[in-house]
């Protein structure tokens, strides 16, 4: 399967306990975005990255949340001391970058679904 | 600080129909626009890309239009089946910080749940 991937699927967590997400974008693709989505909502655009650099953060996305992409290949996404309205679905999205002239179009992963309790 | 709006919230036709969902942005400096499709628990599908100066996009049952200047786009989806049945989103690209970075983040309505009836 060469689309993206999200892991874990599922995580039930209780409230202050860290927890990290992984995603595995479209291997050619260089740029890869969060986004955090709860019931009923669109999918909120959370930080973006363009190969390893970090090139834009909401202020969504508090001190506690912290996001990587070490290589320029996989991601994390790591949430300290969560709070109960941190559950949400987060997605994990990949797309080539504007500068390759191609259909900027974004894939999307599974999601990891979070619930802190 | 682009908004995005979908109306209606949700939709209920007959099989068979032809229907319309609409998208409207409030800021026209938009990169590209992007209608998805997302399944109850699932992640989005991509549906239809449009680049900011393009008119329309089409593919097979469905038909996307964009009016940048008056901050508009319609998905058309015609023949409806009970398997087009889901949320539909768009999101609007914002144009990006320069020609290092075109095309910044992705905006996204709250979506249109369509229902189609047997």
């Known amino acids: 399967d060469t689309g993206v991937s999200q892991n874990p699927r599922h995580k039930i967590t209780k409230r202050g306990q860290n927890v990290t997400f992984r995603c595995d974008p479209i291997?050619?693709?260089?740029?890869l975005y969060w986004y955090r989505q709860t019931l009923g909502q669109g999918p909120e655009f959370l930080t973006y990255?363009?190969?390893?650099?970090?090139?834009?953060k909401s202020r969504l996305l508090s001190d506690r949340f912290s996001a990587e992409r070490p290589k320029g290949s996989f991601s994390t996404l790591e949430i300290q001391r969560t709070e109960q309205g941190d559950s949400a679905m987060y997605l994990c999205a990949s797309s080539l970058s504007p500068a390759f002239r191609r259909s900027y179009e974004q894939y999307f992963g599974p999601g990891t679904r979070l619930t802190v309790t | 600080k682009q908004e995005v709006t979908q109306i209606p919230a949700a939709l209920s036709v007959p099989e068979g129909e032809n229907l319309v969902l609409n998208c409207s942005f409030t800021d026209s400096a938009i990169y590209n626009l992007q209608w998805f499709r997302q399944d109850p628990g699932k992640g989005l599908t991509s549906l239809l890309l449009?680049?900011?100066?393009?008119r329309e996009q089409t593919s097979g049952r469905l038909n996307a239009s964009l009016d940048k200047s008056s901050g508009r786009s319609t998905l058309y989806i015609a023949a409806s089946q009970p398997g087009d049945s889901a949320t539909y989103l768009c999101a609007v690209t914002s144009m990006g910080s320069g020609q290092a970075s075109p095309a910044g983040k992705s905006t996204f309505g709250d979506g249109t749940t369509l229902t189609v009836k047997p």
């Open positions: 449009i680049q900011s100066s393009q």
């Open positions: 291997s050619e693709h260089n740029r």
């Open positions: 990255f363009q190969n390893e650099a970090q090139l834009e």
